[in-house]
């Protein structure tokens, strides 16, 4: 199992750091792979391309998962179908975002896990997205994200 730290730009292209203790050779096709799959959300959402944020997701059964604070402090949990979630991804977002790749944890080239960071001019963003290696295309399956 690798775990590196990986910086990428909106223009998709990623930098690839090892995080401690240092790997050489850069990532794994695996790594590699998954890095482009998270990117297809992010820069598809900044573009406004549904398609290319679709693409990303097991859009028919993956989930996103949201915690919800009402105003009396108590939490729920909502459920929402990654295939839905894409579609909202109609328009180019109207502020700027930043994103990086913090880690990626590589399962038996089966599963893995992906902590994506991104900012905008007033919020910050940590999803943490699992994904398959389905016929030999990552996917993410579940995505949970906290948002400050």
């Known amino acids: 199992m690798r775990v590196y730290a990986l910086a990428a ?69 909502e459920v929402v179908n990654l295939g839905e979630f894409a579609a909202r991804f109609s328009s180019p977002i109207p502020v700027e975002r930043t994103g990086e790749i913090v880690e990626i944890t590589v399962i038996d080239d089966a599963m893995a896990f992906a902590h994506f960071r991104f900012t905008t001019p007033t919020r910050e963003f940590d999803d943490f997205f699992l994904l398959y290696e389905l016929d030999g295309e990552w996917t993410i399956v579940s995505k949970a994200f906290v948002a400050r």
């Open 9 to 77: 730009g909106l223009a998709g292209l990623a930098l690839c750091t090892p995080a401690a203790p240092a790997q050489e050779g850069g990532p794994s096709p695996a790594e590699a792979a998954i890095t482009e799959t998270v990117m297809d959300y992010f820069i598809g959402g900044n573009e406004g391309d549904a398609a290319r944020v679709r693409s990303a997701f097991a859009a028919e059964n993956g989930a996103m998962y949201v915690r919800r604070v009402d105003e009396a402090g108590n939490a729920s949990l």
